[in-house]
C-alpha cells in the first residue's frame, strides 16, 4: 500500500464519521426540541425571591430524591446552575437553565418555571440595576462564562426565530383564508349571474 491510498482510507474513514455525528446531532437536537417543547406548554408564572444562586454537583444540591434516582449516575457529579429561591412560604431548590443563570439575581424575580426547571426570566426587580451592572463589569469574566454567554445569544436567536417562524405561519394562514374568501365570493358571483341569464 502507498501512502495515498492510507490517506484515501483516512479521509474516508473521517468522512464517514461526520456523517455519522451529523446525523446523531440531528436526532439529538430534535430530540432537545421537542422536550423544550413540552417544558414550555407545562411551564407556570411563579414570583420567587432568589436566595442565592451556585453551581453544584446534582447530588449537593438539595434537589428531591426522585430527581437524583432517574438521573444516572454519571451526570450526578455534573455541575448545575443551582438557584435557592423563596416560592411562597417554602425554600426550594431549583434548577436553573443555563442561558439565563447569568440574568437571575439576588432580589424578587418573576419566571416560567416547569416543576423544578426554570425556564425563563420575565422580569427582575433590583434594588440598583446600576450598581449591579458595574459590579459584573468589574468582574473579570472566565471561560465557563463566556461560553454561557454565547449559548445565551444562541438560545435567544433561537427563540427568535421560532417564534418570526410562528408568526409568519399565522399570518399565512390569515392571507390564505383571506385569499379563499375572496374566491368563494367570486365564485357565488359568477353562480349567480349564471342563475340570472
Given at each position: 500500500?502507498?501512502?495515498?491510498?492510507?490517506?484515501?482510507?483516512?479521509?474516508a474513514?473521517?468522512?464517514?464519521?461526520?456523517?455519522?455525528?451529523?446525523?446523531?446531532g440531528n436526532?439529538?437536537?430534535a430530540?432537545?426540541?421537542?422536550?423544550?417543547?413540552?417544558?414550555?406548554?407545562?411551564?407556570?408564572?411563579?414570583?420567587?425571591?432568589?436566595?442565592?444562586?451556585?453551581?453544584?454537583?446534582?447530588?449537593?444540591a438539595?434537589?428531591?430524591?426522585?430527581?437524583?434516582?432517574?438521573?444516572?449516575?454519571?451526570?450526578q457529579?455534573?455541575?448545575?446552575?443551582?438557584?435557592?429561591?423563596?416560592?411562597?412560604?417554602?425554600?426550594?431548590?431549583?434548577?436553573?437553565?443555563?442561558?439565563?443563570?447569568?440574568?437571575?439575581?439576588?432580589?424578587?424575580?418573576?419566571?416560567?418555571?416547569?416543576?423544578?426547571?426554570?425556564?425563563?426570566?420575565?422580569?427582575v426587580?433590583?434594588?440598583?440595576?446600576?450598581?449591579?451592572?458595574?459590579?459584573?463589569?468589574?468582574?473579570?469574566?472566565g471561560?465557563?462564562?463566556?461560553?454561557r454567554?454565547?449559548?445565551?445569544?444562541?438560545?435567544?436567536?433561537?427563540?427568535?426565530?421560532i417564534?418570526?417562524?410562528?408568526?409568519?405561519?399565522?399570518?399565512?394562514?390569515?392571507?390564505?383564508?383571506?385569499?379563499?374568501?375572496?374566491?368563494?365570493?367570486?365564485?357565488e358571483?359568477?353562480?349567480?349571474?349564471?342563475a340570472?341569464?
Open positions: 500500500m502507498t501512502w495515498w491510498m492510507i490517506m484515501l482510507i483516512v479521509i474513514v473521517a468522512l464517514i464519521l461526520l456523517f455519522v455525528l451529523y446525523k446523531v436526532k439529538l437536537q430530540k432537545q426540541m421537542a422536550q423544550k417543547e413540552q417544558m414550555a406548554e407545562a411551564a407556570q408564572p411563579m414570583t420567587m425571591l432568589v436566595i442565592d444562586k451556585k453551581y453544584l454537583p446534582m447530588k449537593d438539595g434537589l428531591p430524591k426522585i430527581v437524583l434516582e432517574q438521573t444516572p449516575k454519571r451526570y457529579k455534573q455541575k448545575l446552575p443551582i438557584v435557592k429561591a423563596k416560592v411562597g412560604p417554602q425554600i426550594l431548590n431549583l434548577i436553573c437553565d443555563d442561558a439565563i443563570f447569568d440574568e437571575v439575581t439576588k432580589g424578587e424575580v418573576k419566571a416560567m418555571v416547569s416543576g423544578i426547571y426554570i425556564l425563563s426570566v420575565k422580569s426587580r433590583r434594588k440598583n440595576a446600576a450598581a449591579v451592572e458595574e459590579e459584573n463589569k468589574k468582574v473579570k469574566k471561560f465557563g462564562a463566556k461560553m454567554a454565547k449559548q445565551a445569544a444562541y438560545q435567544k436567536q433561537l427563540n427568535d426565530d417564534m418570526a417562524k410562528a408568526q409568519n405561519k399565522a399570518k399565512a394562514t390569515t392571507e390564505k383564508s383571506k385569499a379563499e374568501l375572496k374566491k368563494e365570493k367570486q365564485r358571483k359568477m353562480i349567480s349571474k349564471n340570472v341569464k
